[in-house]
């Protein structure tokens, strides 16, 4: 008998029972809510008489449709997001569950601000209505996108009927290079397989490239697993995990902290683990990466070209030709934010390189935190400031202009260098065209006035 993977010790310590059809009941341990659905969600359950099961393991936040421009309210550019913003403050007041409102310290987006405040921990199933969830598989958890009606069940009986996904592990080795980032790992990997290679499996990162990765890096590249058509993904947590999460406001205390540290020590996958799917990517030559088209597995390294067997119709939307350079295409925004590319470290690396430089005229530049906690540290830091004096507009934190809801977005076939995770047709905004990237890559293109490596900045 070979031994398990972590997927597999994580489902068959919260599986239940068995459903048939390679379907079991699995207990959820965190839910996940945001204005866009949460409040929905939770007006259904009281409509039926329902009540939260568990109100101290379900958490709310306001990221999807708040305005992020300074002196915000419940106010937004989103048709009715007023009323999605009051239904969900109301519904999350009644239900007694967490609630991190606007003007709170820890207000953010949802898989930012779950890390931040240890709700999500190794072992634990977590779900939230959006598909980016799994960006929390790097603490070794098993989390995953739901919709609106499977909120209400997990909501109602902390459980979630559930087929088996297939399980696949992706080992990247060797040593990235400068302004190579976790961002360009995903993007090369979906390059190379196609945006549906993961087939509905929970992708395992590992190999020394997933190890040598700090931990907000590891949560940018298990944000993307989803761009890659997995149900979720996971790196087994080590001691880089542990240390972030000792502290934090939801974690473990005391005795519970020494009793959950042993238990997470053994989430790993065994040596002699099965997996349906293993690729392997050595990540020793890889280049910074950038999007051409309209989607995630429309890219190449900076440097290259559009192929030449590119499809029209991406073609035709991103006005590109056949075997056209990327490097010096204009562009007229730059955009650092999204539940992707976020975080402290993040804003960092564009900080690096924007110092004492300025955005070049013809260029709009938006710097979104992802959370209150990560706007505040960059602030202690100046960061803020560095961001300013380079021209970039500084935000207060939400999801903002990754994706267009009727609100504010970029301008009729603006061209845009974005941090955030999808590039389809109208992601940004009406007909908006958007390339994919790192923040650093972001931050160089800005300066530059059009797509740049931001190697040759450094």
Request: net charge neutral; proline share 5%; glycine share 8%.
């Amino acid at each position: 008998m070979s031994g398990l993977s972590l997927f597999e010790k994580i489902w068959s310590s919260r599986r239940i029972c068995a459903l048939g059809l390679d379907t079991d009941l699995l207990r959820i341990d965190r839910v996940m809510l945001h204005e866009r659905t949460g409040g929905v969600a939770l007006r259904a359950l009281g409509q039926r008489g329902l009540p939260v099961r568990s109100p101290s393991h379900v958490f709310a936040t306001f990221d999807h449709i708040v305005d992020t421009l300074p002196g915000r309210s419940d106010h937004t550019l989103v048709p009715s997001g007023e009323v999605f913003i009051r239904t969900t403050r109301e519904e999350a007041r009644k239900a007694g569950i967490h609630l991190f409102d606007l003007g709170d310290d820890r207000q953010g987006i949802v898989h930012v601000i779950s890390p931040e405040q240890g709700i999500v921990l190794p072992g634990a199933t977590l779900v939230c209505p959006d598909s980016h969830t799994c960006t929390q598989g790097a603490f070794g958890a098993l989390a995953w996108g739901i919709g609106s009606s499977e909120a209400e069940h997990a909501l109602a009986t902390q459980t979630l009927r559930v087929r088996r996904p297939r399980s696949m592990r992706v080992r990247f080795d060797g040593k990235l290079g400068p302004h190579v980032t976790a961002k360009d790992m995903a993007l090369a990997l979906i390059a190379r397989y196609g945006a549906g290679g993961a087939e509905r499996s929970v992708v395992e990162f590992a190999g020394e490239a997933v190890r040598a990765l700090s931990i907000e890096a590891r949560q940018t590249l298990c944000n993307m697993a989803v761009e890659f058509s997995a149900f979720s993904a996971l790196i087994a947590p080590d001691e880089a995990v542990f240390e972030a999460l000792q502290g934090r406001p939801f974690a473990p205390k005391d005795d519970l902290w020494t009793q959950a540290l042993q238990h997470w020590q053994s989430l790993y996958s065994d040596a002699d683990a099965r997996f349906d799917t293993e690729l392997a990517f050595d990540v020793n030559e890889l280049a910074p990466m950038l999007t051409w088209g309209t989607s995630p597995q429309h890219a190449v390294a900076i440097d290259q070209t559009v192929p030449q067997d590119a499809p029209a119709q991406a073609l035709a939307y991103m006005d590109l030709q056949p075997g056209q350079a990327l490097l010096g295409l204009p562009i007229t925004a730059a955009f650092i934010g999204s539940c992707t590319n976020s975080r402290l470290s993040d804003l960092r690396a564009a900080a690096a390189l924007l110092r004492g430089r300025r955005v070049a005229p013809q260029v709009r530049a938006i710097c979104v935190p992802g959370s209150s906690s990560v706007k505040r540290a960059a602030e202690a830091e100046g960061l803020d400031r560095v961001f300013t004096e380079a021209g970039f507009e500084w935000r207060e934190s939400g999801c903002s202009m990754c994706f267009f809801a009727g609100g504010e977005s970029f301008g009729l076939r603006e061209r845009v260098v974005s941090s955030t995770n999808r590039n389809f047709e109208g992601r940004q905004g009406p007909q908006t065209r958007s390339h994919l990237a790192s923040p650093a890559t972001v931050a160089a293109s800005a300066l530059s006035g059009c797509i740049s490596d931001p190697r040759r900045l450094a």
